[in-house]
């Protein structure tokens, strides 16, 4: 079963140009977070996409997740690990004021690749046509000289896509846009099983042929929480995120008995507002 649902995903038309997009805390940013960007754009190019570009988008501090350090921190250590890569890190997330629900940031960098598209169009029309004039007195302009958009795809681990299930951590909605408008890439990861919950969510099989599903054959349990956990402890985390990392979390002593309690006893802000519930 699982080797036939494996061709869900759509093939590449002509090498289509995708951006891959990861949301979520980064508390802190791992090797696996960065291997993520490498599975996905083998997988997308051996299906016949572009991959062009990566952006690692840290959760804003109004997400109140237990734990949950300062993003200020969060985004240096993202820009640390993906420096002299192919992976990027963006703010506008991470520095709002309030929580934005993930679809607000998926479409917020949809519509920067097109504003971005639209000035690179624009220059080259420009570029074109000054070219055009020179060569041939009589050119008439082409509707058909704009380039083919590039794809936002929300690139994530099992765990989030199961997440989907979790009552009131998301909007049925927004689910519905993300998977079905942008599209899904996921990794998975030790003890989830995509297929048997895309299989039984009506809005994930529906739009099954969006969800790329990448298996990750060397098995790496590299977890955010079990790196916190180990700093706590004193333990040694090398090899599990990159070095200037660690040293940036050494340098500020980040991570400790006090920061694990920040936001103890805060409604995560997906529940406050999607179920009116309160901090208590």
């Known amino acids: 079963c699982q080797e036939r649902l494996i061709f869900w995903s759509m093939d590449g038309t002509a090498g289509t140009r995708v951006v891959l997009l990861a949301c979520g805390s980064f508390n802190p940013i791992t090797n696996m977070h960065l291997r993520m960007f490498e599975l996905a754009r083998d997988h997308l190019e051996d299906s016949g996409f572009r991959v062009v570009k990566g952006i690692i988008s840290p959760v804003g501090d109004g997400y109140k997740k237990k734990g949950l350090i300062e993003a200020r921190h969060r985004l240096e250590m993202a820009r640390l690990a993906s420096e002299n890569s192919w992976i990027t890190v963006d703010s506008w997330e991470g520095l709002q004021a309030e929580w934005v629900e993930t679809c607000k940031v998926v479409r ?40 083919d958009g590039t794809r936002l795809m929300l690139l994530c681990g099992a765990d989030v896509l199961e997440s989907f299930g979790v009552p009131n951590l998301w909007k049925q909605e927004d689910i519905e846009e993300i998977v079905g408008r942008f599209g899904l890439v996921c990794i998975t990861r030790s003890g989830n099983e995509p297929f048997k919950f895309i299989h039984q969510s009506d809005t994930l099989w529906k739009h099954r042929k969006n969800i790329h599903i990448v298996q990750e054959w060397v098995t790496n349990d590299i977890s955010a929480t079990h790196v916190r956990r180990a700093l706590r402890r004193g333990h040694s985390v090398r090899y599990l995120l990159p070095d200037n990392v660690l040293n940036y979390i050494h340098e500020h002593k980040l991570y400790n008995e006090e920061s694990e309690q920040k936001n103890t006893g805060v409604v995560l802000a997906p529940f406050q507002r999607y179920s009116g519930a309160s901090s208590s």
């Open 108 to 147: 917020h960098h949809h519509n920067e690749l097109l504003a971005q598209e639209q000035n690179s169009d624009d220059v080259d029309t420009v570029k074109y046509r000054k070219k055009r004039r020179i060569e041939d007195k009589y050119y008439v302009p082409s509707s058909s000289q704009n380039k």
